[in-house]
């Protein structure tokens, strides 16, 4: 069974930044794709926010790109979502996402809560 537990979130205040983590429980040698998405709303679809491959190729939604960077450490099978600049709008509960190489499923964390408020 694999896991993901994201940490990290918190309250901060607009034009702070905050980086969040997501640990896996498999080697991110066996991933081909780790991505963050975020839910604003109880009632709202999870959005796309940014991905990391296998490669290091990195991908942005336009709202975050130049403020968020996406990482990832394979010694310690985490990814990281580094947040600069962060707007209210950028309020939600985020979550990982990993699309392993041998595997048609994806896996995703419960999700971290970030609040963004003056």
């Known amino acids: 069974q694999v896991q993901l537990v994201e940490s990290g979130g918190g309250v901060v205040r607009p034009g702070e930044s905050l980086t969040i983590s997501c640990e896996v429980s498999m080697s991110l040698s066996k991933i081909t794709a780790m991505a963050w998405y975020r839910r604003q709303a109880p009632e709202a679809d999870r959005e796309f926010v940014a991905q990391i491959l296998y490669n290091n190729k990195r991908d942005y939604a336009e709202s975050v790109k130049g403020r968020f960077t996406v990482s990832k450490d394979n010694s310690r099978d985490t990814v990281f979502l580094k947040m600069d600049d962060l707007e209210v709008a950028d309020s939600g509960v985020y979550y990982c996402?990993?699309?392993?190489?041998?595997?048609?499923?994806?896996?995703w964390g419960e999700g971290t809560q970030v609040t963004v408020s003056s």
């Open positions: 996402k990993i699309s392993p190489r041998l595997d048609p499923r994806d896996y």
